[in-house]
């Protein structure tokens, strides 16, 4: 696989993920952002809901580009990606250190910033185009902190499959918007682990 077609499948796969993970955050900026209280017509906020946007997708156009960077290289070195039952060893290590990933201080760090819209616009507002596009890069940095892991699964399961990547999305999105997301953050590791023993061991 050439670079620029992993990138670009990445890229699709990324923000096909992601998109109900932000969805939240454009629906918070749209109703709470204090800068816009005095902003009569809804048609004013679309381009600087654009530009939140547009660093938001720009955080993770850079996962993606490390990630199609990675995925080309192993495709180089003859490893076969996805690496499914063709690598065990290499998808049992992606699943252990995935799962492992879920119990470290920085990914709560980021994960408490993710889900709390409402608090991270209000203690981080900038105003103006170039403001909304430095809060919508800032919190994308921190969910690709947050999610990076999960997401690079891809590389094990494969993304085109429809089951795995599923459950991946619905991960993230439990995870960063439901009530009880934080809580499962540790159960999931734990099955990722030794689901990633278990592959090891037979």
Same mark, same amino acid.
């Given at each position: 696989?050439?670079?620029?077609? +992993? =990138?670009?499948?990445?890229?699709?796969?990324?923000?096909? /993920?992601?998109?109900?993970?932000? =969805?939240?955050?454009?629906?918070?900026?749209?109703?709470? &952002?204090?800068?816009?209280?005095?902003?009569?017509?809804?048609?004013?906020?679309?381009? =600087?809901?654009?530009?939140?946007?547009?660093?938001?997708?720009?955080?993770?156009?850079?996962?993606?580009?490390?990630?199609?960077?990675?995925?080309?290289?192993?495709? &180089? =070195?003859?490893?076969?990606?996805?690496?499914?039952?063709?690598?065990?060893?290499?998808?049992?290590?992606?699943? %252990?250190?995935?799962?492992?990933?879920?119990?470290?201080?920085?990914?709560?760090?980021?994960?408490?910033? *993710?889900?709390?819209?409402?608090?991270? $616009? $209000?203690?981080?507002?900038?105003?103006? +185009? +170039?403001?909304?596009?430095?809060?919508? $890069?800032?919190?994308?940095?921190?969910?690709?902190? *947050? *999610?990076?892991?999960?997401?690079?699964?891809?590389?094990? %399961?494969?993304?085109?499959?429809?089951?795995? /990547?599923?459950?991946?999305?619905?991960? /993230?999105?439990?995870?960063?918007?439901?009530?009880?997301?934080?809580?499962?953050?540790?159960?999931?590791?734990?099955?990722?682990?030794?689901?990633?023993? +278990?592959?090891?061991?037979?």
């Amino acid at each position: 696989m050439s670079y620029p077609s +992993a =990138l670009a499948a990445w890229l699709g796969m990324t923000g096909l /993920m992601m998109a109900p993970v932000v =969805l939240p955050w454009l629906r918070s900026l749209w109703r709470l &952002a204090p800068g816009w209280r005095a902003t009569a017509a809804p048609r004013a906020r679309i381009p =600087l809901l654009a530009s939140f946007a547009a660093g938001y997708a720009a955080a993770w156009a850079g996962f993606s580009a490390a990630a199609a960077g990675l995925h080309v290289s192993l495709a &180089a =070195l003859d490893v076969p990606v996805p690496f499914g039952l063709d690598a065990p060893a290499h998808a049992a290590t992606a699943l %252990v250190l995935a799962g492992g990933f879920q119990f470290t201080p920085f990914k709560h760090a980021c994960l408490s910033r *993710c889900r709390s819209p409402a608090g991270y $616009l $209000l203690n981080h507002w900038r105003g103006g +185009a +170039a403001g909304h596009l430095r809060m919508g $890069l800032g919190h994308g940095l921190d969910c690709v902190g *947050c *999610c990076w892991a999960l997401m690079a699964l891809a590389l094990a %399961v494969g993304m085109m499959d429809l089951v795995w /990547m599923g459950l991946l999305m619905a991960v /993230m999105v439990a995870e960063t918007t439901l009530p009880f997301g934080a809580r499962i953050t540790r159960p999931v590791g734990a099955a990722l682990v030794v689901g990633g023993l +278990a592959l090891l061991a037979a």
